[in-house]
């Protein structure tokens, strides 16, 4: 016996999730993960003033250390996230994100290669040290972590936060552009707060970030 079915119109963007619209799990743990476990590493780590950087941290290293080490695995899977948002987008927003992620990439791990990790190697062997070798150890730390070519607020600081700007601010526009929500794609301009890399205000572009890629990929809107 035949049966014939009636059409039935297209899920509307509040529909379940289907097959098509549930997301790939690689690609949603992907986007959820990395801003996550950035979140928790941004609220942790510490503040200390440039000048003072051996007395402020002395009993932290391996905090200092281990979230700079991070941060630097942390970076590259944020760059591919948004890298991946844009790969099959036309538009001069998505290409401005291609462009950008590379240059944010090189530039980030340089400053933090020398200003985090390179000035808490600094730290722990001043640690070791006494009198004057503790006090020459203590002011590279310093050095490292304020010069003006690749340590907090310098040249190599900038391009690099310049470069993951545009890159956040490319993947909103393409958002918006391929029909996402004002919620999803505003969500990524908050997303710009990442570039402070710390503190509470980086912890919220994080999270704002994480949450439009997440949502994107469940609606499947960046294919």
């Known amino acids: 016996m035949r049966t014939d079915l009636l059409p039935t119109a297209p899920p509307g963007p509040d529909a379940p999730a289907g097959p098509a619209r549930r997301g790939r799990p690689g690609r949603l743990a992907l ?75 090189v530039f980030w791990a340089a400053f933090d290669a020398v200003a985090g990790v390179a ?34 607020l310098s040249a190599v600081w900038f391009v690099g936060q310049v470069a993951l700007v ?9 958002l918006r552009r391929v029909g996402a929500p004002r919620s999803v794609w505003g969500a990524a301009v908050v997303g710009v707060l990442v570039s402070m890399h710390a503190g509470p205000p980086a912890a919220v572009g994080l999270a704002a970030l994480g949450f439009a890629l997440w949502r994107a990929e469940r609606r499947g809107l960046l294919r």
């Open 31 to 105: 986007v959820a993960g990395v801003p996550a476990v950035w979140v928790v590493l941004a609220l942790a780590h510490p503040r200390v003033e440039a000048d003072a950087i051996y007395e402020g941290l002395r009993d932290r290293v391996g905090l200092w250390l281990g979230i700079h080490l991070a941060q630097l695995a942390l970076a590259t899977g944020l760059g591919v996230a948004l890298w991946l948002a844009v790969r099959h987008q036309p538009g001069p927003a998505a290409t401005l994100t291609r462009l950008a992620v590379p240059v944010y990439l």
């Open 119 to 152: 000035s808490g190697l600094a730290l722990h062997h001043a640690s070791s040290l006494t009198g004057a070798e503790r006090d020459g150890a203590a002011s590279t730390a310093e050095y490292l972590l304020d010069n003006r070519v690749s340590g907090d």
């Open 166 to 174: 545009v890159a956040v601010l490319g993947v909103a526009f393409t």
